[in-house]
Nanobody, 119 residues
Framework: QVQLVESGGGLVQAGDSLKLSCVAS????????MDWFRQAPGKERELLAA????????VYASSAKGRFTVSRDNAKNTVYLQMNSLKPEDTALYYC????????????WGQGTQVTVSS
C-alpha cells in the first residue's frame, strides 16, 4: 500500500514560481512511475508530466513544457513539480499519481494541493 501526500501549493502572483512535492509512504515508491495532474473547476483532468521509476525518462504535456520540471528523489520517496512563470490559467488542484511503469492504469492517487495564481 502506498499513500501519496502533496504539498507546496498556495496563492501566488502571475510570474511567480512554486515547487510542489508529493511524498509517498511505503518502501515500494521506486517501483512506480509518477505522474502529475491538475484539474481546474469545470475542466477535465489534465496530465502535466510523467517521470519514470528511476527519473531517467520524463514526458511533458504541451501546457507544461518549458515552464514545469518534474523530478524525483527515491531516497526521500518524493516526486517534485517545479513550476515557473505561473499564469492565472495554471490555477487548479494539482495532484500526483503512481503507476507501474509502462502501465496505463494508476495504482494510487494523492488528494491534491491547491495552486491559485492571481493576475
Amino acid at each position: 500500500q502506498v499513500q501519496l501526500v502533496e504539498s507546496g501549493g498556495g496563492l501566488v502572483q502571475a510570474g511567480d514560481s512554486l515547487k510542489l512535492s508529493c511524498v509517498a509512504s511505503g518502501r515500494t515508491f521506486s517501483r512506480y512511475a509518477m505522474d502529475w495532474f491538475r484539474q481546474a473547476p469545470g475542466k477535465e483532468r489534465e496530465l502535466l508530466a510523467a517521470i519514470g521509476w528511476n527519473g531517467d525518462s520524463t514526458v511533458y504535456a504541451s501546457s507544461a513544457k518549458g515552464r514545469f520540471t518534474v523530478s524525483r528523489d527515491n531516497a526521500k520517496n518524493t516526486v517534485y513539480l517545479q513550476m515557473n512563470s505561473l499564469k492565472p490559467e495554471d490555477t487548479a488542484l494539482y495532484y500526483c499519481a503512481a503507476r507501474i511503469e509502462g502501465a496505463k492504469d494508476y495504482n494510487y492517487w494523492g488528494q491534491g494541493t491547491q495552486v491559485t495564481v492571481s493576475s
